[in-house]
């Protein structure tokens, strides 16, 4: 478990050369396309899932805008499915469980040294609170993190990753799926973040755990439950991405 009390020494440490790329933001502006399609239409169903689509879908591949990643489409149309995406973020939705986005940012020189500077750990962290959270909190307030972030030093043949779960008061994806009394707060959403840098790339993956929103008075996951399965889920889905080197500077 990684001790949170590190996030108060890395905000006081002052950023050097730090270029804050505009970009780095999980607001994604979910595009959703209203297109009938049978349950046997293959190519219906792959052209709802790329109708106004940055990147490409072919077949049950699609192909980040970037060009950094492919990864196994994890929704079918049929189950009400869609994809949306920005230039650097994919997002994955359907009508029942499924609400996930890949984010995948090429690293300027100045923050690449910061990167080496602090280590993985480190550089993590603050990358995640500093421009991720924020983001959250903007949108979600009272949007925090969970005291049991964790950092998972083997990941990508010891590259490491960072695993720290998110609480959004009112920024459920499936909110809008359950009926509920007007009375009631809106629920408490919780989304796990896997973050990660590779091949000269800041990766960020994040997933909702839809039955907290979906069971409501039925669930009763317990927090190390609720984070077993988040991490299961995230970890599942990057077995299922190829990730693709940018080409050498000067290159195309």
Not at 211 to 218: C, G, L, M, P, Q
Request: neutral net charge; glycine residues 6%; proline residues 6%.
């Amino acid at each position: 478990m990684l001790d949170l009390s590190l996030l108060n020494r890395l905000r006081a440490m002052k950023l050097r050369s730090f270029v804050v790329l505009p970009f780095l933001s999980l607001s994604v502006a979910r595009v959703l396309a209203q297109t009938a399609v049978q349950a046997d239409g293959r190519a219906d169903a792959a052209h709802a899932l790329a109708a106004q689509l940055y990147g490409k879908v072919d077949g049950d591949i699609y192909t980040s805008a970037t060009g950094l990643f492919k990864v196994k489409i994890p929704v079918l149309p049929q189950l009400g499915g869609a994809i949306s995406d920005t230039p650097n973020i994919v997002t994955f939705d359907d009508d029942y469980s499924v609400h996930t986005s890949l984010g995948a940012f090429p690293l300027s020189r100045e923050v690449k040294w910061e990167y080496e500077a602090r280590g993985p750990k480190d550089f993590l962290v603050y990358f995640f609170t500093s421009f991720v959270m924020p983001d959250f909190r903007t949108r979600f307030p009272g949007a925090h993190t969970e005291e049991s972030a964790v950092f998972l030093p083997k990941f990508q043949d010891g590259a490491g990753a960072l695993l720290i779960f998110a609480l959004l008061p009112g920024g459920s994806f499936f909110e809008q799926r359950v009926t509920v009394s007007t009375s009631m707060p809106p629920a408490v959403a919780k989304r796990g973040n896997l973050c990660f840098v590779k091949d000269g790339c800041f990766f960020v993956i994040s997933t909702e755990l839809a039955e907290r929103v979906i069971e409501r008075s039925t669930y009763k996951k317990t927090v190390e439950e609720e984070n077993a399965i988040l991490r299961e889920r995230l970890l599942n889905l990057v077995e299922k991405m190829q990730f693709i080197p940018p080409p050498p500077a000067g290159k195309s």
